[in-house]
């Protein structure tokens, strides 16, 4: 079984737990509650042995050493998994994704996947960039997201539109439904660090995106570090008196981690249903009547792939694609227009 010897930082939190969740790499991938599961089993030691308490306190300098397990190993198999295919040809394959489906297999789901369903329907004729899990995959959007996505058929395709991605000129609309509204007169909204308002009454929220310094599951805004990130909002119906929620279309500009989500949280719009970022903020029941409930109990993030454009990376023509959002969303969007 690896080691891992970690020393505590000087920055780090007196508690065991959070202090390695903080000093271990990023490559490590090791989450505060993975650490804290490890600490549990006798996993890690310190300078007086092995530590069992993640409450323990440690100092600054001291060295701790974490035994990792072997990752799972994973194996994608073909799955007969029902596809809504928006485009394909011979170099790839425009998937409409529904919420709840994971795009390629990894430990905690390693069946059911986009990945197995893919290798169902275009057999061995997927991009083999990405190895045996990622076959094809060029961008990938969350579990609980739902819409568009493009995946390489071919090598070439893939190198393309990796080319694209990579220089932003992809173009992606999301559609999501947001706690709040987009004021230019908000005094809190415009004094929030990187968010600013262009002509349009168009919201731009710019900043480091990077892993959470005590969550590695999470990821967080930071001015010092991280990878650049620019998402642009623009309201587009809002609800309740005062308006409470509104429907809005995000534009990308970078393609980070949860970049929508933590964005929008940053600026004190977080989604409906978003169980990480979303925060404790509810609407309220004057503000929203009986539609109040069903934005409380609304299951996932409220966020759609509503548009994918890209030029073909083989013929270079141009494409683009539009999804209606999936009917979970519609139904809670119709609920919201009927407040008085």
């Given at each position: 079984m690896p080691t891992l010897v970690v020393t505590i930082p000087d920055d780090a939190p007196q508690r065991l737990d959070k202090a390695l969740a903080l000093a271990v790499p990023e490559d490590a991938a090791l989450s505060r509650s993975h650490l804290a599961r490890l600490i549990a089993d006798g996993a890690?030691?310190?300078?007086?042995?092995v530590v069992r308490d993640g409450r323990a306190r440690v100092l600054a300098g001291q060295d701790y050493t974490i035994a990792v397990p072997q990752p799972e190993t994973?194996?994608?198999?073909?799955e007969a998994i029902p596809l809504v295919i928006a485009h394909e040809d011979d170099d790839l394959i425009v998937i409409d994704k529904p919420a709840g489906m994971v795009v390629h297999p990894?430990?905690?789901?390693?069946?059911?996947?986009l990945v197995n369903a893919l290798l169902a329907h275009c057999g061995d004729s997927l991009s083999g960039i990405g190895g045996e899990r990622r076959p094809g995959i060029v961008h990938r959007i969350d579990k609980d997201t739902s819409g568009l996505l493009v995946v390489a058929k071919s090598d070439r395709a893939h190198h393309g539109l990796a080319r694209q991605f990579e220089a932003?000129?992809?173009?992606?609309?999301?559609?999501a439904l947001a706690h709040g509204v987009i004021d230019?007169?908000?005094?809190?909204?415009?004094?929030t660090p990187g968010v600013s308002l262009e002509d349009g009454a168009v919201l731009k929220i710019a900043s480091g995106l990077a892993r959470h310094a005590t969550d590695r599951q999470r990821q967080a805004v930071y001015f010092d570090k991280g990878r650049h990130a620019v998402t642009r909002a623009r309201m587009l119906e809002q609800f309740g008196r005062p308006p409470a929620v509104m429907l809005v279309e995000c534009r990308l500009e970078t393609g980070r981690t949860h970049q929508i989500r933590v964005h929008m949280a940053h600026a004190g719009l977080g989604l409906i249903g978003?169980?990480?970022?979303?925060g404790a903020r509810r609407a309220s029941v004057r503000a929203l009547g009986a539609a109040a409930e069903a934005v409380a109990a609304f299951p996932r993030q409220a966020?759609?792939?509503?548009h994918l454009g890209f030029d073909h990376p083989v013929t270079g023509r141009p494409?683009?694609?539009?999804?209606?959002l999936p009917p979970d969303m519609q139904a809670l969007l119709d609920r919201l227009r009927a407040v008085p």
């Open positions: 890690v030691s310190g300078p007086d042995g994973v194996e994608a198999r073909p990894a430990p905690g789901s390693p069946r059911g996947t932003h000129t992809a173009q992606r609309r999301y559609l230019g007169a908000d005094p809190r909204l415009r004094g978003d169980p990480v970022y979303g966020l759609h792939a509503a494409l683009a694609f539009d999804s209606p």
